[in-house]
């Protein structure tokens, strides 16, 4: 076989390759096999069709089925002789494929690019813990009476903050009036149009008030961009929020505190816990930062890509998880590609470098620690950690969970021989 490989642009290779016709007979024997089993004609059972008559009216099957054989074969012998290892499936392009003729194609593939390392051990960063105060545990517990707060219906003007039931009809220009009635939101909280939530300051139960609107320029809909209109608003109802008092009996109320200090000392605990793993994570891409600055090199489009990908279908899940099909959202993809686009390449950037250093180093997470991690993960779900392993292992996730271990390895390499100051 002969496979001739040429450096394009970036990443790209371009790969010529030639299987001998000798190669290519016998996989068009075995089609014309294969086809003649299924083969059927009036007057010969299902598999006795004559090889001439499978030639003459089975031809293009035959051609599909040594097409689909012969070409992913040919092309895994192709990259293995050349010692490639594209990231992407390949676009074929000028395929010849006749019987009796050697199998040509040009194959244009992606590959992940040659890391030449630099520094890498070493990089000086400015980085300084920042401790829990009392003014961030005071916040957490606000933060929790708000959880636990009431509305109650009051007779005064509507103010920012309170809860108001509402009947509303929207008459938008060139649509039918839509109307809903019982509507509750919370004024100032941008869950209605900006109009409507400023309009509807000052008014009463059983006030009426129309207010003009329009939609933005970069509305989520685009059907409704720039569009105009007036919204007929009622309120039904006034309610006004009421917090619960920060004492003893808010921390019982919670269930598992006796007093508001013992509250107290385990918010603080918590939010320290947090703290510190948000702080190590904020080091850690402070450092590799300072490595990529060092590092310049061209990322692989495709890897791009299917991170971008990745992002936009984490999007689409998070809408199917509240109850909503994606499929009937007016998606911009153009332009969420554009927006996620700089943080993708980032990540890919990082990955690969992770990766080349991980590899420079001779990192590899050893058997125990990849046990805990399956162990825990079966833990969290219930089930039996074999089980557990042998789905990962068919899913592909236990390599990925074997990278991510990698990379945390690389990290704490990094991050031990940083200059830290600040």
Same mark, same amino acid.
Request: with cysteine; aromatic share 4%.
């Given at each position: 076989?002969?496979?001739?490989?040429?450096?394009?642009?970036?990443?790209?290779?371009?790969?010529?390759?030639?299987?001998?016709?000798?190669?290519?007979?016998?996989?068009?024997?075995?089609?014309?096999?294969?086809?003649?089993?299924?083969?059927?004609?009036?007057?010969?059972?299902?598999?006795?069709?004559?090889?001439?008559?499978?030639?003459?009216?089975?031809?293009?099957?035959?051609?599909?089925?040594?097409?689909?054989?012969?070409?992913?074969?040919?092309?895994?012998?192709?990259?293995?002789?050349?010692?490639?290892?594209?990231?992407?499936?390949?676009?074929?392009?000028?395929?010849?494929?006749?019987?009796?003729?050697?199998?040509? =194609?040009?194959?244009?593939?992606?590959?992940?690019?040659?890391?030449?390392?630099?520094?890498?051990?070493?990089?000086?960063?400015?980085?300084?813990?920042?401790?829990?105060?009392?003014?961030?545990?005071?916040?957490?517990?606000?933060?929790?009476?708000?959880?636990?707060?009431?509305?109650?219906?009051?007779?005064?003007?509507?103010?920012?903050?309170?809860?108001?039931?509402?009947?509303?009809?929207?008459?938008?220009?060139?649509?039918?009036?839509?109307?809903?009635?019982?509507?509750?939101?919370?004024?100032?909280?941008?869950?209605?149009?900006?109009?409507?939530?400023?309009?509807?300051?000052?008014?009463?139960?059983?006030?009426?008030?129309?207010?003009? =609107?329009?939609?933005?320029?970069?509305?989520?809909?685009?059907?409704?961009?720039?569009?105009?209109?007036?919204?007929?608003?009622?309120?039904?109802?006034?309610?006004?929020?009421?917090?619960?008092?920060?004492?003893?009996?808010?921390?019982?109320?919670?269930?598992?505190?006796?007093?508001?200090?013992?509250?107290?000392?385990?918010?603080?605990?918590?939010?320290?816990?947090?703290?510190?793993?948000?702080?190590?994570?904020?080091?850690?891409?402070?450092?590799?930062?300072?490595?990529?600055?060092?590092?310049?090199?061209?990322?692989?489009?495709?890897?791009?890509?299917?991170?971008?990908?990745?992002?936009?279908?984490?999007?689409?899940?998070?809408?199917?998880?509240?109850?909503?099909?994606?499929?009937?959202?007016?998606?911009?993809?153009?332009?969420?590609?554009? #927006?996620?686009?700089?943080?993708?390449?980032?990540?890919?950037?990082?990955?690969?470098?992770?990766?080349?250093?991980?590899?420079?180093?001779?990192?590899?997470?050893?058997?125990?620690?990849?046990?805990?991690?399956?162990?825990?993960?079966?833990?969290?779900?219930?089930?039996?950690?074999?089980?557990?392993?042998?789905?990962? #292992?068919?899913?592909?996730?236990?390599?990925?969970?074997?990278?991510?271990?990698?990379?945390?390895?690389?990290?704490?390499?990094?991050?031990?021989?940083?200059?830290?100051?600040?």
């Amino acid at each position: 076989m002969k496979v001739a490989v040429e450096e394009i642009e970036g990443c790209k290779r371009r790969l010529a390759v030639e299987a001998p016709a000798d190669v290519v007979q016998q996989e068009w024997e075995r089609a014309y096999g294969r086809v003649q089993k299924q083969a059927r004609l009036p007057g010969f059972r299902k598999g006795h069709v004559p090889r001439s008559l499978v030639k003459v009216h089975f031809a293009d099957d035959v051609r599909r089925e040594v097409a689909e054989h012969l070409i992913p074969d040919v092309w895994r012998k192709a990259i293995s002789e050349a010692r490639i290892e594209p990231v992407n499936e390949p676009d074929l392009q000028e395929v010849k494929l006749e019987e009796g003729a050697p199998l040509s =194609f040009v194959a244009v593939v992606e590959v992940k690019p040659t890391i030449a390392l630099g520094e890498y051990r070493g990089v000086e960063v400015e980085h300084a813990p920042k401790p829990v105060t009392a003014e961030d545990v005071d916040a957490a517990l606000e933060h929790m009476r708000e959880q636990q707060a009431q509305f109650r219906a009051v007779d005064r003007a509507a103010a920012p903050g309170d809860l108001l039931v509402i009947d509303y009809t929207l008459t938008l220009e060139g649509r039918d009036p839509s109307s809903q009635t019982g509507y509750e939101f919370v004024v100032g909280d941008k869950a209605v149009l900006p109009e409507i939530d400023h309009a509807v300051v000052g008014m009463r139960a059983g006030e009426e008030r129309e207010s003009p =609107f329009r939609f933005a320029d970069d509305h989520r809909r685009e059907e409704l961009r720039g569009k105009s209109g007036a919204a007929a608003v009622k309120v039904i109802e006034v309610k006004e929020k009421v917090l619960p008092a920060l004492d003893d009996d808010f921390a019982k109320s919670l269930g598992e505190f006796e007093t508001l200090a013992v509250l107290r000392a385990e918010v603080l605990k918590q939010l320290e816990a947090r703290r510190e793993h948000d702080d190590k994570r904020e080091l850690q891409d402070k450092v590799v930062d300072a490595v990529i600055e060092k590092h310049a090199f061209i990322v692989p489009d495709a890897l791009v890509m299917r991170q971008v990908a990745h992002q936009i279908e984490h999007a689409r899940e998070g809408l199917r998880r509240q109850g909503i099909d994606p499929d009937r959202m007016p998606w911009d993809y153009g332009k969420m590609i554009a #927006e996620l686009r700089p943080g993708a390449e980032k990540a890919v950037r990082r990955t690969l470098l992770l990766e080349a250093i991980a590899e420079r180093e001779g990192l590899v997470p050893a058997e125990a620690d990849v046990d805990a991690e399956v162990e825990k993960i079966a833990g969290a779900s219930q089930r039996p950690a074999p089980a557990i392993r042998r789905m990962m #292992e068919k899913s592909g996730d236990l390599v990925a969970l074997r990278h991510g271990l990698r990379d945390r390895m690389t990290l704490d390499v990094l991050v031990a021989n940083a200059k830290i100051t600040g």
